[in-house]
């Protein structure tokens, strides 16, 4: 069965610090990979997606960027976070192409201080 | 601004309640799906109704979909505890592409008291 992955859960992070959260996918291949960042609990924005190893689609303009360096690993970086840069980052892989059904990951809290 | 707006925000209910949550959205779908999340935890997929359908269950789940109205509801039957959670609502872009940049709406909160 298919699993995804992200780590750290948690991060406090100094601004003007770097940052790199990473997810991963086992059990399927070529995966559809999303970055969504959940603000206070809220609603979540899309930020970033992938269709396959190298291919970035930024949804938003912001301080952060992403990578797929392998077709099962996505990563969330930054290279000075700012305090708006707090949030809950979670990761997606679509599960079902032609409807949009997303499985996420566990998501990784950010706080920078 | 949002695709999907829920309300409640928030809900506090006993447990045996029936729980109804509801959600407009602005622009034409192909379907429309509600996420649960548990505190500090990811989303979790609960069903997905398209927009030739008007209504479906899952267990003790029902979800209606009001296309001329834009709008969705979710209830949930005889609640427990543990359905205390958030839960969204989400729609992928009209068009038929691109399925998996859904938009979410701001969540309503369930409060089950036992």
């Known amino acids: 069965s298919q699993t995804i992955h992200q780590w750290p859960a948690t991060l406090v992070q100094p601004v003007g610090s770097p940052l790199s959260l990473e997810c991963t996918v086992e059990?399927?291949?070529?995966?559809?990979l999303y970055w969504y960042r959940q603000a206070a609990g809220r609603g979540l924005q899309l930020l970033f997606y992938?269709?396959?190893?190298?291919?970035i689609s930024s949804e938003v303009p912001q301080n952060l960027s992403a990578s797929r360096p392998q077709d099962r690993q996505f990563i969330l970086s930054s290279k000075k976070l700012l305090l708006s840069d707090s949030g809950f980052y979670l990761c997606?892989?679509?599960?079902?192409?032609?409807?949009?059904?997303?499985?996420f990951g566990e998501g990784s809290r950010l706080t920078v201080l | 601004s949002q695709q999907g707006e829920e309300d409640p925000q928030a809900l506090s209910i006993q447990e045996g309640e029936n729980a109804t949550m509801n959600c407009s959205y602005k622009t034409s779908i192909n379907n429309l799906q509600w996420y649960r999340q548990n505190s500090g935890r990811g989303l979790v997929h609960l069903i997905l109704i398209r927009s030739n359908e008007r209504e479906k269950h899952s267990g003790r789940l029902r979800v209606t979909l009001d296309t001329s109205k834009k709008s969705s509801s979710l209830l949930i039957t005889a609640s427990r505890a543990a359905d205390t959670a958030s839960y969204f609502c989400?729609?992928?872009?009209?068009?038929?592409?691109?399925?998996?940049?859904?938009?979410f709406g701001q969540g309503t909160i369930l409060t089950v008291h036992p």
């Open positions: 997606a892989w679509l599960g079902q192409v032609n409807t949009g059904e997303l499985f």
């Open positions: 989400a729609t992928p872009p009209p068009g038929g592409t691109s399925y998996g940049k859904l938009t």
């Open positions: 992938s269709v396959g190893i190298g291919q």
């Open positions: 059990g399927t291949s070529n995966p559809n």
